[in-house]
């Protein structure tokens, strides 16, 4: 019985949309980066226009023309709105989806002021990343083709301490990208969560370096804190037309953190 011919799946974004929030900085910014050199349109947002226009003026002067910055502040639903239409009409649809916009606030849950961190925590890395789904689905559906990314985190893993609203939305972000990934898989849309392990990017930055050695020499088999662009490339083989049969997964990048027992 002759086997059936190999079936060759596109490894290219080119000419597909995406839109990334918290792009601006860390893994954000290296995301863009590379969707914009694999040939998809960009749609770079982040708090702050200057930070965003930064970004896309990096990417342009790599000779790289399909991009353009929104300001857009995730925890704000109408501005998530008009940013995915606006994106979808200036590039003709949207396809693909990166929620990553994201911050840490240590909070100790005997003091008044962990509310604080609460509230923002997980209407940023959290209901932000429903809203910006649900806007983005009509453009997926009418393109038949939707790849959504969500970041989260190895604290959506575990838990270290005096984290415990940045841990219950990261939590919150795995639990959500499940469900979905049931609720759309019908429709061929894919949903798929990252969770970065510690990586060198601006919730690190504070760390001393020694401290980082030190902890990744303990913590993590690779014993060196991550990159950006080693996020980047994960969540670009989320999002590739070949990564059409794997939804519903969390993926540590996180150099082996987590299956380290001691």
């Not at 040939?39 to 399909?66: C, F, M, P, R, S």
């Not at 849950?109 to 961190?117: F, K, L, P, Q, R």
């Not at 510690?198 to 401290?211: M, R």
Request: hydrophobic share 40%.
């Amino acid at each position: 019985m002759s086997q059936p011919p190999y079936e060759a799946l596109s490894r290219s974004i080119k000419g597909k949309t995406a839109l990334i929030t918290g792009a601006a900085s860390g893994m954000g910014r290296a995301t863009a980066h590379l969707f914009a050199r694999e040939g998809a349109n960009v749609a770079v947002t982040d708090l702050k226009q200057d930070a965003v226009d930064a970004v896309v003026e990096e990417i342009k002067a790599a000779g790289i023309n399909h991009v353009k910055g929104w300001a857009m502040d995730v925890g704000d639903a109408d501005a998530i709105k008009r940013v995915i239409d606006e994106t979808a009409a200036h590039f003709g649809g949207l396809e693909i989806l990166v929620n990553n916009a994201g911050f840490a606030i240590p909070a100790n849950i005997a003091e008044e002021s962990y509310e604080d961190s609460w509230g923002p925590s997980i209407n940023v890395m959290l209901t932000s990343h429903q809203r910006a789904i649900r806007a983005a689905l009509p453009y997926m559906r009418k393109a038949g083709y939707g790849r959504i990314v969500n970041v989260a985190s190895t604290e959506g893993l575990g838990a270290t301490p005096g984290n415990s609203p940045y841990v219950a939305a990261k939590h919150g972000v795995i639990g959500l990208t499940r469900g979905l990934a049931v609720d759309l898989g019908r429709e061929g849309i894919t949903v798929n969560c990252i969770c970065p392990g510690p990586i060198k990017t601006g919730i690190t930055a504070g760390i001393p370096d020694e401290h980082k050695e030190i902890y990744a020499k303990r913590r993590v088999p690779l014993r060196r804190y991550g990159i950006p662009e080693e996020v980047a490339n994960i969540t670009l083989s989320c999002v590739l037309p070949a990564a059409s049969f794997m939804t519903g997964v969390h993926i540590p990048v996180d150099g082996g953190l987590t299956i380290k027992n001691a």
